[in-house]
């Protein structure tokens, strides 16, 4: 029988020792959060958004509760969508569009709140992570052929021109806290908002860490007449235009009918 | 009380929309016009996108024109020969006009085409019949019924291919309405107007048409080219927002009868000198914004 050959001490120990050394480090290392995954909870008081007929805007109550005393941060982010922005500069005279850029990615609707001002929260480095505040909405050009001075510019432009519209919200809205634990958000959606599925982030921060984190859907739909005219504009263009031709017609004869001298 | 409009995809203000449209209406039944060149800018300084304006402005004038036609059709007022020529060129040439318009469009330049051509054709058209009712306001003051020629002949009438028009008397060539047909679908297009204020000085001054009739044939072609560029622009384009043109609409057919009347009552040559007031200053308007530093020199297009 072939004695195998005994591993000298010498090696053996060290071995052992930087095992059992990296299994402790380990297990220190893991977060604490992970025993206490479920330390924040949180829903919305309804998931599906119609827009009908007389559709003005409307509110969305989001809820929820900590296990533990901390911040809560909400952003409220609509579907990513291609956008192209254009850059005007004078030609003979006249203000006219220059240059274009797309940005492949863009949130079509963005708000935030929070329990207390951003600044105080959590640092600079744990916002920018998680894209809390509009300052740090990470919009990438699909190539960039200016420099970062110049992209971060056109970034400017696209979010001026989304909060003009009421897309994007640069003020942060306000997480109320009931007691200690139970919390609630207002989202407002105005008129105006893209259709799509909007995806609700909730953030439970304690010493400007993320230590529980949730993400919940809101459906923004067209419900109801409104949705079936664009259905039909879109997927039926052609009898769409003859229908409105139709309409115009009738309209147009039956004004005169209703004008006229007996 | 608000509306969600499902293809501009935005809630405006009823009354606002009928209002807007029982106004335009009120001014297109007065002059004779179909009034979009002032019902497209006001649109679009609402909110609505460009795109969606014309083709939807579109839509709306072939009601206000066809409760107009019908007015002048009854009183024998139509010459639909000559109706029929200037229909062909203008359905050539609006068909044309909404493939540019889909063009300029996905290039981002369709705002800046839409307020030059604005700009151009209304400081042309309202300069030309400020002078116009100026010269006869003063000519009514100083000799008062002098007697025309049934018309005058000028290069117009040496062009081939010439047709009899009998309810215009005329006998002329078939290539002038074509053009001015042409030319007016594809401003109908890009615009979102009816062409109407480029067609009956035309009609009047080119061809040679009598008043009466001019107004009326003119109507006629538009409800087809306007047809025409509202099938068009919502095939291609999806941009007819049937909704908006109804509230618009509503109120436009309301306002023309009104607008017809109060015109029956008034001096024609005061009128003519009031709309082109009312012209130049929408040209004016336009030709300032476009000069003027914009509020963002960045903004949005439209993703292709």
Partial sequence: MTRRRPVRRAVRYPVTGITLLGLVTACLLVPAGSARANSLVADLSRHLVAITTGFVGTDVLLFGATDDAGDVVVIVRGPARPVVVHRKSRVLGVWANTAKVTFDRAPSFYAIASSRPLAEVAPVTVLARHQMGLDNLRLELSWLKASPNVARQWRAGLIRNFEAVGLYRAEVGRVLFLGNRLFRAGIHLPANVPTGTYQVKVFHLQGGRVVSAQTTPLQVSKIGAEAEVYDFAYQNSAMYGLIAILVALMAGWAAHMAFRKA | ?304
């Fill in chain 2, 1 to 304: 009380m608000q509306i969600y409009l499902p293809i501009a995809e935005m809630s405006v203000n009823v009354f606002l929309l009928l209002g807007m449209g029982a106004g335009v209406g009120f001014l297109s039944g007065l002059y004779g016009v179909g009034g979009g060149f002032l019902m497209t800018p006001l649109l679009i300084f609402i909110g609505i996108p460009p795109a969606v304006a014309v083709g939807t402005e579109a839509n709306q004038i072939v009601a206000a024109s066809v409760s107009g036609v019908l007015a002048h059709w009854r009183r024998g007022n139509v010459d639909f020969k000559m109706g029929l020529v200037l229909l062909l060129g203008g359905l050539a040439g609006s068909t044309l006009g909404v493939i540019l318009f889909s063009f300029l469009r996905g290039v981002g330049q369709i705002d800046l085409v839409i307020s030059l051509c604005y700009v151009v054709f209304l400081g042309i058209i309202g300069a030309l019949m400020l002078f116009e009712s100026a010269r006869t306001i003063r000519r009514r003051k100083t000799a008062p019924g002098q007697r025309r020629k049934l018309h005058q002949h000028n290069w117009v009438h040496g062009l081939p291919l010439k047709m009899r028009f009998r309810r215009s008397k005329l006998y002329i060539s078939a290539l002038m309405p074509l053009g001015i047909g042409f030319l007016v679908g594809v401003l109908a297009a890009i615009m979102g107007v009816g062409g109407g204020f480029v067609m009956v000085p035309a009609m009047i001054y080119l061809l040679g048409m009598p008043t009466a009739v001019v107004i009326g044939t003119s109507l006629f072609q538009i409800i087809f080219v306007t047809a025409n560029v509202t099938f068009l622009q919502a095939y291609f384009n999806q941009t007819v927002d049937v909704v908006l043109a109804l509230m618009l609409l509503s109120g436009a057919v309301i306002g023309a009868q009104f607008g017809a009347r109060a015109g029956a009552k008034l001096h024609g040559e005061e009128l003519r000198g009031l709309l082109a007031l009312m012209v130049l200053a929408v040209c004016g308007k336009l030709f300032f914004d476009l000069l003027v530093t914009p509020s963002d020199i960045y903004s949005i297009g439209v993703v292709r």
